[in-house]
């Protein structure tokens, strides 16, 4: 069972050595992460492999003198670095494509779906997720993290940019995902 406590107590607590509180951090982030990192390196056995290393680079960053203040967003800007070094180094580029992984059934009053509920549902995601894959990287990489529940500021974290810059690309974002669903 999960602890009530913060992700930046669980850190303050691995810094101390607690094992248990870095199976907590893993387990409440790790999903996430590697579905975040999947969606840039598009291979499983390298994402688990940087899943893992940014989990390591946690237990060294212990031993610094700096701690993360966001312990969430601090875990996605190490995924993300790790990520873009190693296309950089496979020189295949840095890209990342957004999928839709499932698309929930549309309930008729707990009745079964209406099948064409469920054709419109599913042309809709498919057609989100051809829009998405013909982003620009910098666009899809802050597609997949908006779409991972991130707020705007741990996305700033992350990008390494300033809120309002997140902001306005998030409007450029929408509009441009707009204009390419209506084609």
Not at 56 to 63: A, D, F, N
Not at 106 to 128: F, H, N, T, Y
Request: hydrophobic share 45%; proline share 3%; charged share 30%.
């Amino acid at each position: 069972m999960l602890s009530t406590r913060s992700d930046e107590a669980l850190f303050e607590a691995v810094c101390r050595g607690d094992l248990r509180a870095f199976d907590e951090l893993y387990a409440r982030h790790a999903k996430a992460l590697f579905t975040f990192v999947r969606r840039m390196i598009h291979d499983a056995h390298e994402s688990e492999d940087v899943l893992n290393e940014c989990f390591l680079t946690l237990v060294r960053q212990r031993e610094s003198s700096e701690r993360a203040s966001n312990v969430r967003a601090w875990l996605f800007v190490v995924a993300r670095n790790l990520c873009l070094n190693r296309l950089r180094a496979q020189k295949r580029g840095a890209r990342s494509v957004a999928e839709i992984t499932a698309i929930e059934a549309i309930d008729g009053g707990g009745k079964e779906p209406d099948p064409s509920a469920l054709l419109e549902a599913k042309s809709d995601a498919e057609q989100l997720r051809r829009a998405v894959a013909r982003l620009p990287e910098p666009m899809a990489t802050l597609y997949a993290l908006r779409a991972r529940g991130m707020a705007y500021d741990e996305i700033a974290l992350v990008l390494e940019v300033p809120v309002g810059t997140v902001k306005s690309r998030m409007h450029e974002l929408v509009r441009r995902l707009r204009e390419e669903m209506s084609r």
